[in-house]
């Protein structure tokens, strides 16, 4: 990271906080909805964004989230309405993103399938697959994921309300943002994945074994994936429709580049995008302008297409330099 | 030669085989006849003039779009973007084809064929001149383009060219002009022809000009044609404007030679299907038309295969996937048949998703 | 040769074992009719949604499913795809000698008018499609007053609320019922509460995804009940049954459905649905094919009933009073006293 880009980003911090006090300040009860809001929205963005890194960071390209998300959904609605269990439908829906993500890999390493192709493949097939197998008649049968208080910590203005008041899931993926990122870059495995990431030739002559692990990392990489098909379907909605993941999947993709692949960073491209949904909604309940909704809603897309292209201008992204080729042992 | 071409269209055919029948075993799993469903959806997609005239329209916009992907990936780049360029496309051509009368046909339907086809190249060159000038990846940019473009047509056809002929009318346009209409020969829509017309230039542009040759060098080897003294920069840019004008001219031809206006929400989904059929065509310009064919045909006949055989539409998608799946990984296809074919290379495209 | 079909075979067996793993659970959807004792056949094409979509389209479907088993004709639906088949989809029914055809939805006006002009002896259903231009004797649009049913709820819900803040989670004002149900619902909630604050929201993407986009429903809602409103109205389709089910989360809130009785549709709800702005499509349709079946429907406009659903669980939450003043509201509303604001009623 460059001393610019550092620079830009501590100034970008110190504004939102400031605006988001000085919003507080003025009235309470909207800033907490607007930050519940993000934090709402940037949990299933986060999850995807994880998955894409786990992936991109050992070589793998996977377009495929979106369709991890509602086939997990799919099955973790399955399995709690069949058996009233929402801790059943969670695994059922980690999965089924295991499966899929194994499924990647077997066609991205095993068969050499072009990795583009291969996230297609798992995207179409979710959609047909869901649409046809959709009962009409199942719901849920118990109520989805409510909020727990964490004690005292949820009577911090703001801040216990927008983080210590939510339901379960939501808590799981913070611990696991946190996880990810220290094993990421802090342990044996991370080190592994980076290397075979961006350099499987020398990584297997120090007797790393590339293909094995680009395996086993997609296959994981599934499991949080399918992780936020459950969140979506048990805590985030409580129900299941048909292509309810609504593009998410490609949204999570573009978080996990804009977070320049790395947890915290996907996280802090997740509050961000979540942010400027929930604002955008908040303007028009305040009916603050008086412009259509059509462009009210566009503010979330313009602004990361202009923070994108700004922050390229304080140092230029770069992709893992064996990613999306196939590795062959020479 | 013609044993070459033997041996390409075999993987494919198979991959085709294989697809439809797996599908018929979920069909027979949901308690349908196969056999009734895929009479039907043939039957539906090509018994009949008017059958044939629905597969041909289905296929158009497939083409369109398979080509502004398969362009796009010939420089590396991933145009995930269809769908944004192909509603600018169309909304622009609707606004051209009512917006101006009393020009005679010659000059008003190429006009508006322009306009929706320039409009789309402007956005899909917001990518790439992004791309160029300060390194935004064109993944995130395109999907989010998607969105904006949603909006930004839906206001245009609910508010300044909102079709205020009656109460209460959903958001579209007027009807275009007569003089901007494209016209549909018997069974054949010539938007479909230009389709194919359009197909052949892409394929001539990337085989036999030096700037198709410019576009697969920074495809292949970013260094090396930067080396040789290609401006990546601008081969980025004109590369995505001409892969969003191929996506906007086929939201230009719906507008204008299928549903005579533009209507919020009626072209949903069509540019998405780009990736699909560009994927199937392994990127090559030629391919992509018995591509859109094919899913053109599945999908002019899914309705009546439901009518007939009880069969809930969705299946074609998955049997899209599984033909995909198999056109993929032809390793699986050469396990089955058992025939050795050293001259099918796997497709790689992913090499060029990388941005430096 | 033998070994390429063994081969071929294993992996069929395969899919063949998965497609029955999902499938072994599937109960078959009644499409058919049972008997047919009458010739006379009913199609149905829906709207580019299914007719197990917990909404308009389902509606209609019961409709003329009911129509069909009293008269004892044939029923038969087609989903539509995209909205470019509604013609062929209509054609179908038009080659398989269909006497009544039903076409839901508002997208489908047009191509509807198209083919009742060119079929004069087939007689044809539009729901949602007002006749403005002109009467087709073949061809009675069902058309619903959106707006006084989504006042009756707004009335219901101005007198429910105690934090005096009412919030509406919304498809999209790109399709006019929803606008009609947002102005009703508003100045409905004014009309018994004049205190009352109303916030309201659109899903702020294109139409394709403004009903199917159940997360942000969930999370608008949530942020809308996070500033104090204590009774919602979730409208347009799934993305409206996503508000709907996060209200249910929490203790004490009211949420109030669209279209149908939610009640049913979408159980999860159940916790806090009072009641449901309803359009009665089911009934609408069905007497509408009744009258076609015995020869005296008329072309042109038809007014479908609208109302609350039952209160359901909340029979002992709305007092006799409320009652009371939702009847003099109905009242007002079809003696025409009583406008909804919404201008094109």
Known sequence: ?330 | MNKKLFRSCVTPVAAVALGLIIGAILIASQGSSPITAYQAMLVGGLRDSDALLRTFQKATPLIFGGLAVAFAFKAGLFNIGGQGQLLIGAVFAAGVGFGLDGLPMVIHLPLALIAGGLAAAIWGGIAGALKATSGAHEVIVTIMLNFVAGNLTDWLSSSPWKDNSGDRIIARTPPIEPSAEIPTWGALPVGFLLAILVAIMCWFVLERTTFGFQVKSVGFNKDAARYSGIRIGVITASTMAISGMLAGFGGAVESLGVDGRFEAGVNVGLGFEGITIALLARANPIAVIPAGLLVGLMQAGASRMQFKADVAPEIIDVIQALILFFVAAPTILRWILRFQNQTDEDLKLGVGWGSK | MTSTWRRLFALLAVFGLLAAACGSDDSDSASEAEAETVDFKIGLVTDTGKVDDKSFNQSAWEGAQQAAAVIGAEVDYIETEASKDYEANIQLFLDDGANVIVTVGFGMGEATIAAANAHPDVLFIGVDQGQWGGVIPNLAGLIFPEDKSGFLAGALAGMLTESNIVGAVLGTDLVPPVVAFKEGWENGARYTNPSVKTISTYHPGGIDVAFGDPEWGATTSRQVIDQGADIIFGAGGSTGNGALIEVAATEGLYCVGVDTDQWTTVPEAQPCLVTSAMKLIDIGVASLIADAYAGVMEGGNSIGEVGLAPYHDFESTVTAEMRATLDEVLAGLTDGSISTGYPLS
């Open chain 1, 1 to 330: 990271m460059t001393s610019r880009r550092r620079a830009f980003l501590w100034v970008l911090v110190a504004v939102l906080i400031t605006l988001i006090f000085g919003f507080y300040s003025i009235n309470s009860g909207q800033t907490t909805a607007v930050l519940a809001g993000t934090v709402r929205a940037a949990t299933l963005l986060v999850l995807g964004a994880i998955c894409g890194m786990i992936c991109e960071r050992s070589g793998i390209v996977n377009i495929g989230i979106e369709g991890q998300f509602l086939m997990a959904a799919f099955s973790a609605f399955t399995v709690t309405s069949l058996t009233g269990s929402l801790a059943l439908g969670v695994f059922a829906g980690i999965a089924t993103g295991l499966v899929l993500g194994w499924l990647l890999a077997a066609m991205a390493v095993g068969l050499k399938v072009d990795q583009i192709i291969a996230g297609t493949v798992i995207n179409i097939a979710a959609v047909g697959l869901t649409s046809f197998f959709y009962d009409r008649s199942r719901s849920l049968g118990v109520g989805k994921y409510s909020p727990i208080e964490l004690g005292s910590l949820a009577d911090i203005p703001l801040i216990g309300r927008v983080f210590f008041s939510r339901p379960l899931l939501t808590y799981i993926t913070i611990c696991l943002i946190v996880l990810v990122h220290i094993a990421m870059f802090r342990s044996v495995w991370g080190m592994r994945t980076r290397a075979i990431g961006e350099h499987p030739g020398a990584a297997d002559t120090v007797g790393i074994r590339v293909l094995r692990l680009r395996y086993f990392n997609a296959t994981l990489a599934g499991g949080f994936a399918g992780f936020g098909g459950a969140y979506l379907a048990l805590e985030a909605v409580g129900a299941f429709s048909r292509n309810m993941s609504g593009g998410r999947g490609f949204l999570a993709l573009a978080v996990m580049i804009f977070g320049r692949r790395s947890p915290f960073g996907a996280y802090a491209a997740a509050l961000f995008f979540g942010f400027a949904t929930a604002l955008q909604n908040q303007f028009q309940l305040n009916s603050t302008f008086d412009i259509p909704t059509q462009f009210v809603g566009m503010l979330p897309y313009v602004v990361t297409i202009v923070v994108v292209a700004l922050s390229g201008l304080f140092g230029s992204m770069r992709d893992p330099a064996a990613l999306g080729q196939t590795y062959e042992k020479s």
